[in-house]
């Protein structure tokens, strides 16, 4: 390693050196010091190159949180390896295309998804796969025993360490090309952005596949010295009760967790005093289910975080002190992130009209694994196109309107999803809602709602319609509402609209009702 890089295992070397005894981490019955953690990290990279993994090569990870998965990142990025995290969800082709297009090969999984990857082994390049923990031939406890070797490769800041795929909302995943130093700053945006301290005491259990989980909390905790909490999954009453038991300072969730934490009926007995941090991001917070939670924990501050795969993800943090003047903003630009709105002719917008917001950063990933098209139209004039539009006020704070892919052309007028789906939050029986584009013979594209409803509620197509008629004009009432059970969303809480889409165009007198997974 040069003496001027800075790696993203470094974060854990670091720590190990200031700490070396604190508690870094809790999984289970486990527990590892960060001198523990730091020795496993280095038999990690050592045992993945005893494989025949040479710098450079990519190494999946398919599996639920655990010690174990985070020894694989963690171990890939001392090694030199391109670890690349996967939807443990996935199975069948959507498996195969991220195996097939990372160029894996090596797989770390989970006992209970072992089947499903060498389902399509044959499909991929994959030479190797290797379970995570929970198995004799697991790897977790060679890298937690033995002798400590010594690192014998030279890792650059510059070098790839992960292919972040993006969720694939609007079309096939993307490997966002991230670097050592991409993450890096990213880490420190998050820190000082989020106020994260050694002693918050964090519960993590969002999928550490996804960026948020990974790189805004888990790392960046890592890096500032905390003990952090993991679970498996984001169940509520494990939740709950770790809260409790544990002291939790310091919680992420969706909002599609926090909306059923905040319905739960142990909300009212549990003792969560010691919660004062609570960060939310992936969709939009309901106001409603904000405003239980601080009438419940009156000193819990929210962080609205807002970003994306490709920087890695943290762009933009509403701080709890700004939620009561702007609740509906996703705050400013972090530390290492520099922001311009434009018009589609590439200029600035005037504050409060809307445009396409633009970053430019060092967290930035370098491009798109194998997709040099997608990487030119994303990366243009110097700047990075996210696809969001915006607006941004005079003091910098950006309020998203939509996705630009989600704005909807009916009958030749623009309509931002986004506002109609606000005005149908208000009303009291609904607990979700989509507003998608579907194809109509004489507008192009008809608003279209899709809505969940609260349990013991019920309200009709036409009732919704004139409770949004009170706030839209005309032209952005939708054209039709269906109701379904849930909304489609992946793992991390993000909405699929394009399965909507696609479901209520083969479909449009019944959509299915499709399952949270």
């Given amino acids: 390693m040069s003496v001027t890089s800075s790696t993203v295992d470094d974060v854990v070397r670091r720590s190990a050196s200031r700490h070396p005894d604190r508690v870094a981490l809790v999984f289970g019955d486990r527990s590892w010091t960060y001198a523990a953690l730091d020795d496993a990290v280095s038999r990690a990279a050592a045992h993945l190159l005893g494989l025949g993994l040479s710098r450079g090569d990519r190494v999946a990870t398919v599996g639920v ?50 089947e499903s990857v060498e389902a399509v082994r044959a499909d991929t390049g994959l030479e190797r796969v290797l379970l995570l923990h929970g198995g004799e031939d697991a790897v977790l406890p060679r890298w937690s025993e033995g002798e400590v070797p010594l690192p014998d490769h030279d890792v650059a800041d510059t070098d790839l360490v992960q292919l972040l795929y993006t969720s694939g909302t609007t079309s096939q995943p993307k490997g966002a090309m991230m670097t050592h130093r991409a993450l890096v700053h990213e880490y420190v945006s998050s820190i000082v952005a989020l106020d994260l301290r050694e002693d918050d005491a964090p519960l993590h259990s969002m999928p550490l596949y996804h960026s948020a989980q990974m790189h805004v909390f888990l790392l960046p905790y890592l890096a500032v010295g905390a003990t952090n909490h993991l679970l498996a999954r984001p169940d509520v009453e494990a939740i709950l009760e770790r809260v409790a038991a544990e002291r939790i300072g310091s919680l992420f969730l969706a909002p599609t967790v926090w909306v059923p934490l905040s319905n739960h009926p142990a909300l009212g007995t549990a003792d969560l005093t010691s919660l004062r941090k609570a960060q939310y991001g992936a969709s939009i917070m309901p106001v409603p289910v904000r405003d239980r939670l601080q009438r419940r924990l009156p000193e819990l501050g929210f962080w609205n975080c807002f970003g994306q795969s490709e920087i890695g993800p943290l762009a933009t943090v509403l701080r709890p002190e700004e939620h009561a003047e702007r609740p509906e903003a996703c705050g400013r630009s972090v530390l290492f992130v520099e922001a311009r709105v434009v018009d589609p002719e590439g200029s600035d917008v005037t ?167």
């Fill in 65 to 114: 949180n655990s010690d174990a998965y985070l020894l694989a990142y963690l171990g890939c990025a001392r090694a030199g390896l391109v670890h690349v995290p996967v939807n443990y969800a996935l199975t069948g082709p959507e498996l195969t295309y991220l195996l097939r297009d990372s160029g894996a090969r090596v797989a770390l999984v989970d006992v209970g998804l072992r």
């Fill in 351 to 517: 504050a409060g009209e809307p445009g396409e917001l633009l970053y430019r950063s060092p967290q930035l990933c370098t491009g798109y694994w194998n997709k040099p098209d997608a990487t030119a139209e994303a990366f243009r004039d110097g700047w990075f196109h996210s696809g969001d539009l915006v607006t941004r006020d005079e003091q910098g704070y950006l309020t998203v309107v939509d996705r630009i892919k989600d704005v909807i052309n009916t009958g030749g007028v623009m309509v931002a999803s986004r506002e109609v789906e606000d005005a149908l939050y208000t009303h009291p029986a609904v607990a979700e809602v989509a507003v998608v584009a579907t194809p109509h013979e004489r507008w192009v594209e008809a608003v279209t709602a899709v809505v969940v409803l609260r349990e013991g509620h019920s309200v009709t197509e036409t009732e919704l319609i004139d409770h949004a008629r009170g706030t839209l004009a005309p032209f952005k009432l939708p054209k039709a509402v269906h109701f379904v059970e849930a909304l489609p969303r992946n793992q991390s809480g993000k909405l699929l609209k394009r399965v909507l889409r696609d479901d209520l165009t083969a479909h449009p007198a019944h959509p299915a009702h499709p399952a949270t997974p």
